[in-house]
């Protein structure tokens, strides 16, 4: 993403402060969506913490993730949206959130008009990051 002449976010980090923030190797990064906290720590096999807020309560989630792998935190679901072609960070990123339980993801759907996606837990989550960053985990 390009703002001003200058890159400011590229392939789900960005320099700008969100709600999404990892924390890896004593750096704080942040990101444009839940998702991109979770995928992108599993596809470099990082340790990381990472931060947001549920989609529905706001209440804090953080996550310690030891080599891309999250640690606990069985009830956390995550919600992607299905892709529509369009630019990620509009049509994806806004709505591919933690839910701190399946029944905040549930009120979260109904609210919104029951858009199209899939739940998936942490691990899911994880597995599939691996799958859509593998290509700049290759370069590392």
């Not at 720590?41 to 309560?57: E, F, K, P, V, W």
């Not at 080599?67 to 679901?77: D, F, Q, R, T, W």
């Not at 701190?100 to 597995?127: F, P, S």
């Amino acid at each position: 993403m390009v703002e001003d002449d200058r890159v400011v976010g590229m392939r789900g980090l960005t320099v700008r402060p969100t709600r999404n923030t990892l924390t890896m190797n004593g750096h704080e990064l942040h990101t444009w969506c839940a998702y991109d906290l979770v995928g992108i720590t599993a596809a470099l096999a990082a340790d990381a913490t990472i931060n947001t807020s549920c989609g529905h309560c706001d209440k804090p989630i953080e996550v310690d993730i030891r080599k891309g792998e999250p640690i606990g935190h069985e009830a956390v679901v995550g919600w992607l949206p299905c892709r529509t072609g369009g630019r990620v960070i509009d049509e994806f990123c806004p709505f591919a959130h933690l839910f701190c339980e399946e029944q905040h993801l549930t009120a979260w759907r109904e609210g919104m008009g029951d858009i199209d996606g899939e739940v998936g837990d942490l691990r899911q989550l994880a597995e599939q990051g691996r799958r859509d960053w593998a290509d700049v985990a290759r370069k590392r």
